[in-house]
């Protein structure tokens, strides 16, 4: 149980275009989703948290018009980049906290996703 | 300062040891501690959730944490070549928040 994908894997995109990053949960229904950043050899970077249904909190120094988070449904959040530039280039991780409790679980750990590798050329 | 350190390593240990991460913070209001497991190119995968101060065993994983001291530990008993990967500790300061994530410990076990 517990399982979050992400799509695409790996996606490279020309400076200034937009590119959409999917995150789902498989087989439980998150109220709460989060959107890492993280660099090579560096820890992972809270950028925002969204909850289903509402606006996304963003964290401090996260340009929330560039990174447009969308959390439609209990299993799905979207992050938009738009007009990427080459300093977006990163690995972008999402995770999901579970709605109630998933067996096994205490009902608040963050499950992640296997990431997308965004390269702007 | 950071409110997490964590060695970034990297550790190379030989098969079967025993293998000891560590983690230091500085804010005591953290009350969840995590340890998080991830390979090359992958996102993290979680191995062990705490809340109180002592030790936690699942397997071959014990986490310890230790809140007078700000420290926390995850060891690997009987370590396997499958076990090289980054390690990461977490922390929140409420149950189901922000995590705040060390830096990860490169561990690389030789066969």
């Known amino acids: 149980g517990a399982v979050v994908s992400q799509h695409p894997s790996r996606v490279i995109c020309k400076s200034g275009t937009s590119v959409k990053i999917e995150c789902r949960s498989l087989?439980?229904?998150?109220?709460?989703m989060f959107w890492y950043r993280q660099f090579p050899k560096k820890s992972l970077m809270l950028m925002a948290t969204?909850?289903?249904?509402?606006?996304?909190?963003?964290e401090q120094g996260v340009e929330k018009d560039k990174f447009l988070i969308n959390h439609a449904s209990l299993t799905l959040s979207t992050l938009t980049v738009t007009s990427a530039h080459p300093e977006d280039s990163s690995f972008y991780i999402c995770?999901?906290?579970?709605?109630?409790?998933?067996?096994?679980?205490?009902?608040?750990?963050?499950?992640f996703g296997p990431g997308t590798r965004l390269t702007v050329t | 300062q950071k409110e997490v350190e964590q060695d970034p390593g990297p550790l190379s240990v030989p098969e079967g040891a025993i293998v000891s991460l560590n983690c230091t913070y500085s804010n005591s209001a953290f009350q969840y501690f995590m340890w998080y497991r991830q390979y090359s190119r992958k996102g993290p995968e979680l191995l062990m959730y705490?809340?109180?101060?002592g030790n936690k065993e699942d397997g071959r994983f014990t986490a310890q944490v230790d809140k007078s001291s700000k420290y926390i530990s995850l060891f690997i008993r009987d370590s396997q070549p499958s076990d090289s990967a980054t390690y990461l500790c977490?922390?929140?300061?409420?149950?189901?928040?922000?995590?705040?994530f060390g830096q990860g410990t490169e561990l690389s076990v030789k066969p």
């Open positions: 087989d439980f229904q998150a109220t709460t």
């Open positions: 969204s909850n289903e249904g509402s606006k996304a909190t963003y």
């Open positions: 705490t809340y109180s101060s």
């Open positions: 995770s999901a906290r579970a709605r109630g409790v998933v067996s096994g679980t205490s009902g608040y750990e963050q499950y």
């Open positions: 977490a922390m929140s300061y409420n149950q189901g928040g922000k995590l705040i």
